[in-house]
Every structure is written in C-alpha cells, then in structure tokens.
C-alpha cells in the first residue's frame, strides 16, 4: 500500500454553504483546477470535475441536477450525458468518468479537499 | 451428408444461410464471395458516400459458417460435386447454392471502359477516386439504379447529367405524367435530363449523344440495367434462359436437382427480380426446400417506394387499368395516379411522384374493394386511417401481411422493435413502420407516454394536473404525482408548464433550479461553454441607431457578430460573467431579451410589405411587429416561429414556420405546422382572407392550444399530424370552439400578454440573480482560463483543446 506516502489531505475553503442553491451547481476555481460543487435536495454537497469530457468544454457545473434510481446526477448541459454525483461514473457510457472530490460543510463554509 | 457450398455472398446468400441456421441446419456451409468484403445492404449503398461507413452497411455475422472472401468460383464440376475456385481450392458439396448476383449492363458503345459501374463498394471508391479531378459526370440510365448513382456523383460535387433512353425518367415505376413531375423536381436539383436520346460514344473527355449533343465530362457510369451472372451454370450445362438467368423451378431448383439458384442470377416463372424483397423471398423458399419443405416462389409483388434525390417516388399494382383518378400539382412537384377497375369497385394499383402517402395506405388494398371514394383517397393522402383486411401484405420487402403483425400483437408484442424482432417487418427500407404503428394503435396497445422515469404521465397530462391543482412548484408536482428528484427530461418540461400557465420570472426560487443551462443564463451555450446573445428585433425592423449599439456592444465585447436567419443579430463569445455588462448596455438603448435560448416564441421574419415594396397588398412589418410584441416570452413546448408575408410571392417563407401569414388583397390568410430544419414541412392553410382582429384570436387560440396539448419538444408540425382528425379538427375546435374551451384559451393568452416582463431587464435589476453570473464562485472576478480563442476572417473563433489531449492528461 502506497496509502503512507500520500501527502495529508488539504481542505480548501471555496464559499459560503448558503451560496449553494439547493439542487443547482456552481464552480470553484482550487489550486488551479476548475471542481464542479452541487447541493442536492437533502443538503448534501458533492464536488465533481467541471470538464465535460465528451466535449472539452468546462461546464458540468451548469448541468441540471436530478436522479437516476437512487443516485443523485447532473446531466452535462452540451450533449445531456449523466454522471453520477457521488461517484463521478458517466452512467451512459460507462468507459467514461469524471473525478470526483471530498467536501466538508465547516463553520457554514463549504470546503474542498484535495 | 449435409454440406451446402454458397457461391456469392450478397443479401440473398447472407438471407438463405441464416434462415438456415435460425431453421437449425446442422450440417456445414461454406460461402465463397468474390468481394473482399462480407455481404452488405447494396440497398443503401448510395450513402456509403457521404455519411456511412461499412460497419452500417454490414449484414450480421453467420456463426459456424465458413466464409471465404476474395474467393470467386470459377468451375463446377457437377458429377464429382466439386466446385473449384479462381486460386485451385476445391471444395466439395452436397448441396450448391448459385447466387452469384448479376452484373451492372454495358452497352456495346465505343469507348465503354472508359466507364464506370455501380453495384460494389469497390464500383464506388472507383467513383469517389474519379471524382475527386473532375467537375462534371454523366450517368447513363435514369431508373431507379441510375438516379441512384446520380445522385452518388451530385453528393461527390460532380455537376451531373442523366442520359435515359426512354422519353421519361423510371419508365418501369411512373408514366409520362409522372416522369414530368419527377424531371421537374430533379431539374430544380441542379441535374440535367436528356431523356430519349442514348450514347453513340464515350471519349476521353466528353460523351457524344445520339442527336449529336456531346457533354464535357469525365466520369460516366453506367446504370441502365443488370444482366445476371448466369456463366458458372452455362459452362456446366445447366439450363439457362434465352436472355440470361439461371432457369429455376417454383422450389428455386435449377435442372441438377443437388442445384438451387437464388436472387439476380435466377430466372424464375420467365422473370430475373432485381429488387431486394423477391430475393429475400426466394433465398428462404431455397432453404426450406433444402430442410425438406414445400414453400414455392411464385412470383412478387414489384411495387417500389422510394426517396430519391430527396423525391419520394411509389408504384404499386397495375400500372394501367379501366379507369383512373389523377391528382396533379405542378407547382407542388405532387403527382398520385390511381387505377381502378371498370366499375370502380377495385383498385388496381398506383403511381406516386412527390407524395408517396396513398402507397403506404393504399398499396394493401390491391386486387380488393376500394375503401373509399378515389378522390378522397388522394386528397387525403396518408391522413385516412384504413382498417387492413389480415392478407394484406404490409412489408413486401419480408412479405409480411397484417395477420402475421395481429398475431404478434396478441402474442404480446407492444411496440414496433419488438415487431420488428419477431416478424422482420420495416427491417430493410422501413417504409411500411407507420403502418406497423397504426396497426399496434388499432389493437389498442397503449405505448407509453411517460415523460421519463420521474412521471409516468405526458407533457399534456401534467399540464393539466398543474393548470386544475393549481400547482406552483416542480418539488410540490413531483412530490403528488411522481417519484426521485427529477432529471434533465421532466426539470425543463415542468418549468416550461409553470412559465407558460403563470409567467413570472424563470429563475424565481426553485424555478432557477430547473432550467437548462440555456434559460438559466439567458444565452445560448456555445461549445467552449461561451454563450451567445440575441437581442430582440421585432419584425427584423431596427433602428440606425439601435443598429450602432449592437455593433459598439459587439466591438466593445470582442463578440463574433453574425445575422441570423431570423432577421436578428446574434453576438458570440460572451463569458457568463460578460453578460449582465452586454445586457445593461442593450437594454439601456431599448433593447429585451430575445428568448433565442427558450423554448418560446423566437422570431416573426417579415418582407418590407406594402409600405414599401410596389408588389405588396398588407402591411407586413406592421403586423410581424405586433405578433413578435404580443407573443414575445411565451413558453411553449419547444420553440416557435413565425413570419409574415405582405403578398403571395411570399418572400418571409412564411409557410416554412409554425404560424406563417401571407397577405391577401382582402386581409390575411394564416398557415400552421409547418417548419425547416431536419425534416422540413410546408405550413397547412388553416383560414383565409381574415382581418387582423380574427387573425390574433385564431393564432392565439393555435398557439395555446398547441401549448396546453403537445408533448414535449413537439414541434406544432409534428403536433398539428398528430391530431386525430388532423386540420379539421383543429379549425373545429379553434375557429368553431367544438370543444368550448375557446373562452379559456383567449383567457390564458390575455393572461400572458398583461403580464409579460422583459426578464433580462429584471434579471439586471436584482443584484441576488446577478451574483450567479460568475464563472467561478470562488473568484468572481477570474475569466475561465480555458476559454481561448483564434482569428478567422477578423473575428474571434473558439480554441478547443483536442479530446486526445484531454483523456490523456485525465488518465494522469
């Protein structure tokens, strides 16, 4: 296992918890990479890549929020391929995911970790 | 014991082994094939040129089967049962089966090697090769073969002549009547006809005609007829026809009864079959002889429905008969003959040039009593809804009759791929799957209307519940009548209902939540994930003034400024933090949103009108204006358009829109359902020589008609086919109020017209919805960094970084 020589991991605070529409996404800019966040309906906040990977465009973040079954997903808003929240798999193709991130709600701020 | 040797490998070799093996054959079959290629749909070959590549064309591998490719028969020697191939390979058989196609006739004319043929890819990368150095060809045949390739060589940019020998175009599927038609619509094409007249020569750069014309071109092909390849069973004594083909009997058994022959090669009943149905027919009369059965071929129905050159062309029946009830529209290009018997009681069959309606409705009847009067047949064309006697063949291409879908029906079958999958019905040209439709309708097979996993109701339905429960929220609807947190489908479909039935602003509380990224940020996402704006221009009528602010906004912005079809101007290239900066400057010179982003009402095109123009009657500009004013904002089903023109030259292309108004010298006359884009329709004439003041009360009554009714993204064409008593019955209900919901209808457009908003305006003046316009939330400031641009022809152009790159630098 390589787990010891990972650096620790580093909270990043982004903005305010309240910012965050319920069911709608927002982007952040840290540590030079472009994170996806989203609050879903029951107050949870998930943090994805914002790379549209089937089209290079940077804007998952403006995709509709919804479910699929039980998992909750944002549709990209070029060509409407789904991701799953939680996980970062494209659930329409599965060869194709996104990175996802930790966040923590800490203080009323959402944070990052990287 | 048991081991079948196919030569050829075309569609009906690829049909007759797999009914074989579906049949459970347990012997061995080898195909030998004279291509380098596994058998493919010649059917569509054509778009081999342009948009598909071999893996569509493909037929399904033949598991278990030996193939052999680049491997042409050359002998057969039938007392040992041995076939031999070009290369030495001998390979015995019990079972031969010769289908070996046919190949494309050359006329002996002097320099016909020169020429080309089209029936294999190969013909076809021969073609496409040619082309690519010359600017004109000429294609020699102008039957279905040889439009076929002409319209390969227009597709490779070649300006295209057809040299048909008889006096019109497809002689063997249309009369002179219709071979006019059809000539008209292929010359409006671009293409050149010269039909009675043949080739005397081919040379090196040019064609010389039998009256003498010559035209300069470099590539000819040859299309005018196949000739079967029949030279494998004459050199081994099988009997032959006069004129080619190998003579089969009913069972598809040559004279050496270890023999069968199947497809272009046959000559069966003193007939070779080129089409691809009778093929398949005899390839699986072949197998069940060769499993011991008793099926026979006698003969086939020849009748053609085909698009050609965007022209949809059928024949079916007779092509002559006692009697016959013609409908001709020159203008049009609409041509439908019918023949009938001498006591008008039967229908013989059918000619079809530019409307191919009556040969899906009609073809079934053939031989049987008509269903109704010839001239309601014709002029309704597919609108009539005809109950199909269980005989009636509804794929002839798989000789599939109505019974055979009925019983898969009542097996359980519920949509048309299953259809498909159990009966092979619409799997080769698909032309009968809307009668497979109407066939799973009339049994009463519910298809499921579901807007998606979320609501198992439709668009209509949950307009309704929303408009009598009187429902404000998507979280409130979804929580009643559905199930999960909504998705991509039902979020802008729910938001598109509250906007229509309660206007307000479309990014109040939870509604923000559920708009697409389009009507979200009030522009059109472009594909760096910039947006695009499109300030309204009613009536395509503007100001120098206002014109200067547009170009001062665009300047000022670095925008890419392009005039769109509409009559607008749409401004490129726009952040989304750049946005409420371009909005304050439009909207401070008198500029509203233009909804270019919105399922809602788009653009009213208008001509200059009678104000101006010597040859208009109305008005135009005025009334464009005031619609575009009036119906501005309106959320809809999926985005609408309109234009008016102010006289019957119809230079708005008004009849190209969903409501499209065209002058008259007593008022205005006022089109529906039509619209361009991927299948273009003409807007149907719903009343004419109106006021203006019923003209708003009818379009008011369509639009929210179609609004209240519609599926989603329903356009009103596709909307306005759908009705069950199509036109009539939307006239009888808007103009006649037959259902008595006029009063309702006029109510909710009142309704949308007092409280319309600018919501760009708003938007600019509530600084809460301003603060979502960031690219980053985090740094408000920071333009994306990815966002790069180039310039082409002194403008912006997106930069986008390769896709490779991207799943490289993902994998890292």
Sequence with gaps: MTVAELPTRVWVPVCAYAVLLPERGVCALVDGRQVALFRTHNGHVHAIGNLDPFTG?????????????????????????????????????PSVAVPTYPTRVNDGRVEVGL | MNRVVVAGYGPAAHRLVETLLSRGFDGSVTIFGEESLPAYDRVALTSYLTDTD?????????????????????????????????????EPYDTLVLATGSAPFVPPVPGASHAFVYRTIDDLELIRAAASHATRGVVVGGGLLGLEAADALRGLGLETHIVELSPWLMP?????????????????????????????????????LSDGRTIDASVVVFSAGIKPRDELARDCGLEVGERGGVAVDEGMRTSDPSIYAVGECALVGGMVYGLVGPCFTQAEVAADRMLGGASRFDGADLSTKLKLLGVEVAQFGAMEGALDVTYMDPVGGVYKRLFVSDDAQTLLGGICVGDAGPYTTLKPFVGKPLPAAPSDLLFTGSA???????????????????????????????????????????????????????????????????????????????????????????????GLYGRGRGCDICKPAVASILASLHNGHVLDGERAALQDTNDHFLA????????????????????PEKLIVVGEVARDFGLYTKITGGQRIDLFGARVEQLPQIWKR???????????????????????????????????????????????????????????????????????????????????????????????????????????????????????FYIRTADRLQRTAAWVESLEGGLDYLRAVIVDDSLGICDSLDAQMERHVATYVDEWRTTIEDPDKLSRFVSFV???????????????????????????????????
């Design chain 2, 54 to 90: 071999f893996a569509d064309l493909r037929l399904p591998d033949l598991p278990g089967v030996v193939t052999r490719l680049s491997a042409r028969v050359t002998g057969i020697d039938r007392a040992a049962k041995v076939v031999t191939t070009a290369e030495g390979h001998a």
């Design chain 2, 524 to 543: 059109n996402i472009q594909k760096n994930g910039t947006y695009s704006v499109v300030p309204r221009i009613p009536g395509g009528e503007i100001t």
């Design chain 2, 172 to 208: 063997r599927q249309v009369d002179e009547g219709g071979g006019a038609v059809l000539k008209g619509h292929i010359s409006r094409l671009g293409l050149s006809v010269h039909a009675g007249v043949s080739l005397a020569s081919i040379e090196p750069d040019r064609v010389v």
């Design chain 2, 384 to 478: 009539v809804s005809l109950d199909l006697p269980d005989d009636a063949q509804v794929c002839s291409c798989n000789n599939v009759t109505a019974g055979h879908l009925r019983t898969a029906i009542c097996d359980g079958v519920t949509d048309v791929p299953g259809l498909k999958a159990c009966t092979r019905a619409g799997t080769t040209c698909g032309s009968c799957v809307p009668l497979m439709k109407q066939l799973l309708e009339k049994s009463g097979v519910e298809l499921s209307k579901a807007l998606c996993e979320h609501f198992d109701h439709s668009r209509a339905e949950l307009f309704d519940i929303v408009r009598v429960r009187e429902i404000t929220t998507f979280s409130e609807l979804i």
């Design chain 2, 586 to 704: 439009l909207v401070d010179a008198g500029f509203e949103s233009g909804h270019a982003y919105g399922k809602a009402l788009r653009t009213v095109k208008s001509c200059v009108g009678s104000t101006w123009c010597r040859y208009g009657v109305q008005d135009s500009v005025g009334l464009a204006i005031a619609l575009e004013l009036r119906y501005r904002g309106l959320r809809s089903p999926h985005k609408l358009k309109s234009a008016v023109s102010g006289c019957a030259r119809e230079c708005a292309e008004a009849r190209s829109k969903d409501f499209g108004i065209i002058a008259t010298e007593k008022g205005w006359n006022l089109y529906v359902g039509g619209n361009g884009g991927f299948k273009p329709r003409h807007a149907d004439l719903l009343i004419s020589d109106v006021s203006t003041e019923e003209l708003i009360t009818v379009i008011d009554r369509f639009l929210m």
């Design chain 2, 778 to 812: 985090n740094a408000p400031g920071t333009p994306d960094p990815s966002i790069v641009f180039e310039t082409e022809r002194d403008q912006i152009k997106p930069v986008l970084i390769p896709l490779e790159r991207l799943s490289s630098s993902l994998a890292t």
């Design chain 1, 57 to 93: 465009a940077h804007v998952l973040s403006r995709g509709i929020v919804g479910s699929r079954g039980e998992e909750p997903t944002v549709a990209s808003p070029m060509h409407k391929q789904v991701f799953s929240l939680v996980t970062g798999q494209c659930l329409d193709d």
